[in-house]
């Protein structure tokens, strides 16, 4: 979902973004169903391209921002916000999948 934000913040001047809770998301799809390997394999390609499109950003375009409602007051938000939020909350991710792997 962030990885769309980032684009949507990208490609268009100052939008107003809906922000979705994930646990609502996830409720509302098969995602907790789908096996680990086929889900895991399409993560990878979601991030390798996120990191393609990312990547030649020019500097100003991280200062970029939108307007995020729908969880509580409404907020500016960059690309920049949204790409460490990503990082951090991948790298949570990261840290229980280490913890499973070595028990």
């Given amino acids: 979902m ?3 934000y980032i684009a949507m913040i990208v490609a268009e001047d100052r939008p107003t973004i809906r922000a979705i809770n994930p ?5 509302s799809t098969n995602y907790p169903e789908l096996e ?3 889900s895991f394999r ?9 990191l393609a499109f990312l990547r030649p ?5 991280w200062s970029r921002s939108a307007t995020v ?3 509580g007051r409404p907020r500016e938000r ?3 916000e949204y790409g460490r939020w990503l990082a951090n ?15």
């Fill in 2 to 4: 962030w990885g769309k």
């Fill in 23 to 27: 646990t609502t998301w996830i409720k």
């Fill in 36 to 38: 680990f390997g086929p």
């Fill in 42 to 50: 399409a993560f990878t390609k979601q991030r390798a391209e996120l």
């Fill in 57 to 61: 950003l020019p500097v100003v375009a």
């Fill in 69 to 71: 409602t729908g969880a």
């Fill in 78 to 80: 960059t690309v920049l």
């Fill in 89 to 103: 909350h991948e790298r949570s991710h990261v840290k229980h999948i280490a913890r499973i792997v070595s028990e």
